[in-house]
């Protein structure tokens, strides 16, 4: 659906510059939506004389408390008077304990506390306007931290007086070198250190499909026999494929292939202006559904194990419901990482998702007909500016420690485009509309129903996700008739996918089979019923895929070009190196 007016052409390119300009300046954000929110929330609490004294008695409450607290001895270390948040890790060292410090960051943590309560809770605010005016108060606090400043981080001055200024000096250095860097858009250095095909996405394999949206890589066998049913995976198309194959001890590729499955993956194009028609369903088909076609063609007669992650998953989630209904069988099981289905409550990117903020993307995106990574990079670090930025610019422009760079962090930088129509699309039809899940999708003219899937499901959330919060993933169980089988593990969006098995590992995951004809359990008693296990969750997916798999056999051939499928290039193929 277009909601660009079509009237007066002339004073709608003019808008249309003028709003592109303005979303490279707010990274996306509509100054419109943030506006809106802002006199939202400030007519409500207004006209809320309750809700105000309300506020006026918890800012009496806690300037008692902070004053009591400072009356007491420096000598004396009582327990503070308010504890950070489990997940705010700014105060933690030994040094935010002492005096005046401990009264710093105390002050800080009180008001933050305070700012929650009045953008929260307050009447007749719409809950999309309550989230924004909170994100827009914890962004300014995580401006204006203690830990943000060299005279009131105690951390800051101790390195301080133990180098005699070095380190200074050495962020002064660092901040120089980041600001000429990004003026002439080097990469960081670093990741030169992990580069596609040389250092990552080197596990053995061939591009036996290419067309205008993809490549699909088939990997060499590892083992004398593989299971029979093929393994095809489907990435999100924001991202470079080889987060699932980053170096070879963090790659669940190599980890698959080595135990024994014939692994095919969906490498997306990193699409420029000439792709921006591309929409929705040339996603689906010429991506997914080509993609299943070509495996049932390198290995016939087999159904296929189908794996997608985020976005990725979600539209491996449409390919089988369309499936489905045209009473195509060919997918044997679905695995789904960190996929939302269902996009009611999608965390805190839902702050990016109204009417006014996809129209003022439309007009970001309509200039150069697609949307450049770096702004989707901008908007998931605005997600998390504490550990993202400013945690960051700590450590290294008044520590002046240097940021180690590894694979995860080379790959997150390697940073993919998204096409005019394809992104709007699915933003409005998933994010705004929630179509999927409400059975209004429609594909070749007709709605999919997620009902209709029939075959086994493995679902993975992460705990800390902020893309696709657990909570939404785990309503699959809401949505479909099928056996499902839940796995929460540790971690965040990326680094909870990223999780082998091996010495040292601290992670852990819950895991448990609901039937099909079982009754619902919600997701709270859900993680407090069911065992933990430590370690990593990949042998759990291993253990679960082996289980749907058939006898072992001798591994297929690379590619069939009797069929139409040669083997055209080594991995990790050429559309992964388009920058």
Known sequence: ?????????????????????????????????????????????????????????????????????????????????????????????PEWQQWPFNLIYQSFLLNQQWWHNATTGVQGVTAHHEQLATFGARQLLDMLSPSNFFLTNPEVLSETLKTGGANLLQGLQNQVRDTLRLASGQPLPGTENFLP??????????????????????????????????????????????ILDLSPANSLVRYLVENGHTVFIVSWKNPDASDRDLGMDDYLMAGVMAAIDAVTAIVPAQKIQALGYCLGGTLLTMAAAFMARTHDERLNALVLLAAELDFTEPGELGLFIDESQLAFLDNLMAEKGYLDGKQMAGAFSLLNSRDLVWSRMEHAYLMGHEQPVNDLVAWN???????????????????????????????????????????????????????????SVYKINLLTDAEVTFCLTTGGHNVGIVNPPGPGVRRSYQLATRAADARYIDPETWTQTMPAHEGSWWPALADWLQQHSGQRVAPPPMGNPARGYPALDDAPGHFVLIS
């Not at 095809?232 to 924001?238: A, E, G, K, Y």
């Open 1 to 93: 659906m277009n909601h660009q007016p079509t009237e007066h052409p002339a004073g709608n390119a003019l808008d249309q510059v003028v709003h592109a300009r303005l979303a490279q300046l707010t990274q996306g954000l509509s100054p419109a939506s943030l506006a809106s929110a802002y006199l939202d929330w400030f007519v409500h609490l207004a006209i809320s004389p309750g809700k105000q004294q309300a506020l006026m008695f918890k800012a009496v409450r806690k300037a008692t408390r902070i004053g009591l607290h400072a009356l007491k001895s420096p000598a004396v270390h009582d327990a503070p008077c308010i504890e950070p948040l489990p997940q705010d890790r700014r105060f933690t060292a």
């Open 197 to 242: 095909g040389k250092d990552v996405a080197v596990t053995p394999g061939k591009v036996v499909f290419r067309n205008h949206l993809i490549e699909l890589i088939q990997y060499s066998p590892q083992t004398d026999t593989v299971f029979a049913e093929p393994v095809l995976i489907v990435p999100s198309w924001i991202m470079k494929y080889y």
């Open 413 to 471: 930088l390697d940073a993919t485009r998204m096409p005019y129509r394809q992104h709007s699309e699915y933003l409005r039809r998933l994010y705004l509309r929630n179509d999927l899940a409400e059975g209004r999708y429609l594909v070749d003219g007709q709605p999919i129903v997620l009902t209709d899937i029939r075959v086994p499901i493995f679902m993975l959330g992460t705990q800390r996700d902020t893309v696709s919060p657990w909570h």
